[in-house]
């Protein structure tokens, strides 16, 4: 028997999810754009309905297109499978209310995208589920906020805008005595730069508007599921081990221990919430992860010109980038992060708001926007855009000024850059 | 339902005497789930389904049995204490061959046994068996990948958004040390006693790298009258990579 060999990551960027399409030969992932699919006869139909047959019944639960994605980030990520949802919000918000009720309680790092900030401090709030928030840099700080009601411990792999490193490992090791599992959001780092699932997270999701599509056409999320968490053994999710009416009494983790976390999201919550990715939409993106392995080096190179740029400009006070010696997280972001810390980055202008102002204003070949995750180099001021919404105290902790100006760099001629960078650095200080 | 210690998957129905039984029998280092549509399907069209989870594998505690008539055993004390007196067997792999040890060893108590993905003798390569024998994760990749065919990791899984490879993985990572080494040696040791005369199907992968079809034909030859259907595209995991053409041959044959 030859040794077992796994495709490599490109290979599977490139195929995984999707043989050539049996009825026309076409090569491309096919769009499906198709609400619903025939059945073969009232048998059949009832079949699907209950879960006896594999195939597709209506494009909010499923979609041959869509599925193409979510096996492809699936093989990518090292999980047992994923489902592909409007964006990365509805994606979060599909984890959250797969695995609890009201009454739950979260614990989160305090470093988040201030979407998920919002949907975690407030609105989630109303429904009964309540969040404590932490600063990531000590891991402990998880353990100190987990209560007899805690279902989730929840994180950025590289934090926003201060790009706080988390250490997956050892917040995963918390979680898990805890009897609950770690998700985190790896938009930042896609599967190229961490694959969390091998560093002992349970459930991850990407913005796939970000470098899994790249392009910035697309808004769209992707929620992956280890299978490595039992749910069994912990005995805190009823949603996946006890009878749920909603679905012929179905016993989830009865079905598999494996899926169940999956078949409840899909089953329950594409069906009933309908955040579902539309078949363009996957089309879209997975041309995206096509050239993830190759856009992914040059964004990380790219960026480290940048920040050694920056770092030595008379107008910058200060760099944010983990590969820093500087960073906190440096000696973390080595060990977890070796193929780079992304392509996303942090400084603070000399001269406060106004000089952010002029210097954004300035711009040429940077695009002032509320994205990150293009091809194209983009710019933001976090206070009074994506954070606007957080407290003084809540900016403070995610390591947010008024002077904070965040970069993230696309793949342009990276002296072009430089060149753009410095022209408007030297306009913010006149 | 726990029958015992036990687990067995039932479709969420009670045993119900009138009914025909299948009992799904699963191959080294997983469990009853690995029949997930196909048990369900018969679970709700008119059949009592048990589909067991050895000791050791999935929900049933215990020790894993070292040997095939060993499982024979335990599964038909688990049968006595669910009072079901004859029954059709699914085996897949290792579960083929705790079918053909019952339909030799218990003639009175099958009805059919199908053979899914099977070979006899099941010989398991040294490097396998090594590798199990030390839990080392060598063993968990062997299984993956001959597992399937391989084209599975390139591509579309008939279940939507599954990753077969990451599937495997998950399930044999959660075996306690020594189980699958138990499962294969126990594989690896058998030998049949006795001849089976019940109606046999065996549906085989033509893509299978584990059992491959050439392996399973001293058996076929051995079994009078015995069906067989070759499913093309399909490696050895042949209920996720050929779902519905596995339930249509199931169909056909226990109807």
């Given amino acids: 028997m030859a040794g077992p060999k796994y495709p490599g990551f490109d290979t599977l960027a490139l195929h995984a999810g999707q043989s050539p399409d049996p009825a026309t030969g076409s090569r491309a992932v096919p769009i499906y754009q198709t609400t619903s699919y025939v059945f073969r006869d009232t048998e059949h139909a009832a079949s699907l309905f209950n879960m006896e047959r594999a195939g597709h019944v209506y494009s909010r639960i499923s979609n041959p297109t869509v599925a193409v994605l979510e096996e492809r980030v699936a093989a990518l990520e090292g999980g047992v499978g994923a489902i592909a949802t409007a964006s990365g919000q509805a994606a979060l918000h599909l984890a959250i209310a797969t695995l609890m009720d009201a009454g739950s309680h979260i614990v989160a790092s305090g470093s988040l995208y201030g979407g998920s900030h919002n949907l975690l401090a407030y609105t989630l709030k109303r429904f009964g589920i309540e969040t404590t928030f932490v600063s990531p840099r000590d891991p402990e700080n998880f353990r100190r906020a987990i209560k007899p009601n805690t279902r989730l411990l929840f994180g950025e792999t590289l934090g926003n805008p201060g790009l706080d490193v988390l250490d997956v490992p050892t917040i995963a090791g918390i979680a898990h005595a805890a009897k609950v599992p770690l998700l985190v959001d790896a938009t930042f780092t896609t599967p190229y730069l961490m694959q969390p699932f091998k560093l002992g997270a349970d459930l991850l999701y990407h913005s796939a508007t970000k470098f899994l599509g790249g392009h910035g056409i697309a808004i769209g999320g992707v929620l992956v599921d280890s299978g490595r968490f039992d749910w069994d053994a912990s005995g805190k999710f009823a949603t996946l081990t006890e009878a749920y009416a909603g679905f012929h009494n179905m016993d989830f983790a009865e079905e598999s221990g494996t899926r169940a976390f999956l078949l409840r999201a899909r089953r329950e919550g594409l069906r009933d919430f309908g955040a579902c990715m539309a078949p363009m939409t996957a089309f879209q993106i997975l041309q995206g992860v096509e050239t993830l392995h190759l856009r992914m080096p040059r964004h990380v190179e790219s960026t480290r010109e940048v920040v050694h740029f920056l770092a030595a400009h008379s107008a910058v006070a200060k760099v944010i980038y983990p590969e820093l010696a500087d960073h906190p997280d440096h000696a973390l972001c080595q060990k977890l992060l070796p193929k780079g810390a992304g392509a996303v980055l942090s400084f603070e202008i000399k001269g406060g708001r106004p000089a952010g102002k002029a210097f954004i204003e300035s711009l040429r070949i940077f695009s002032h926007l509320a994205n990150v995750g293009d091809a194209k180099s983009l710019v933001i001021h976090p206070a009074s855009t994506t954070h606007y919404r957080m407290s003084d105290d809540d900016l403070r902790n995610a390591g947010i000024t008024a002077g904070t100006v965040r970069l993230s760099i696309g793949l342009e001629e990276a002296q072009d850059l430089l060149d753009d960078l410095d022209r408007a650095l030297k306009v913010s200080q006149k | ?255």
């Fill in chain 2, 1 to 255: 339902m726990k029958i015992g210690q036990a687990f067995a998957y039932t479709a969420n129905h009670e045993i119900d005497p009138a009914k025909r039984t299948l009992v799904f029998l699963h191959g080294a280092g997983l469990d009853h789930s690995w029949f997930g549509l196909q048990s369900r399907y018969f679970g709700y069209h008119g059949y009592n389904v048990l589909a067991l989870d050895l000791p050791g594998h999935g929900k049933s505690a215990g020790p894993a049995l070292t040997t095939v008539p060993a499982m024979t055993d335990w599964m038909m004390g688990v049968l006595d204490k669910a009072q079901v007196q004859k029954a059709s067997l699914v085996g897949h792999s290792m579960g083929t061959l705790i079918s053909l040890d019952c339909a030799a060893r218990y003639p009175q108590r099958v009805e059919r046994i199908v053979l899914i993905g099977t070979a006899y003798p099941m010989k398991v390569g040294e490097a396998y068996l090594d590798a199990a024998k030390r839990d080392s994760y060598d063993a968990f990749d062997i299984g993956t990948i001959f597992g399937h065919a391989p084209r599975v990791p390139l591509g579309g899984n008939p279940n939507p958004g599954m990753w077969m490879y990451g599937d495997t993985q998950a399930r044999l990572e959660r075996l306690a040390p020594g189980v699958l080494h138990a499962d294969l040696k126990a594989c690896n040791d058998y030998t049949l006693a006795g001849e089976v005369k019940c109606p046999t199907l065996f549906i085989l992968g033509r893509r299978d790298m584990l059992t491959p079809p050439r392996a399973a034909k001293p058996l076929q030859d051995k079994i009078a009258g015995a069906k067989t259907v070759l499913i093309d595209y399909s490696g050895h995991s042949l209920m996720a990579e050929a779902p519905d053409a596995t339930l249509d041959a199931l169909i056909e044959f226990l109807r």
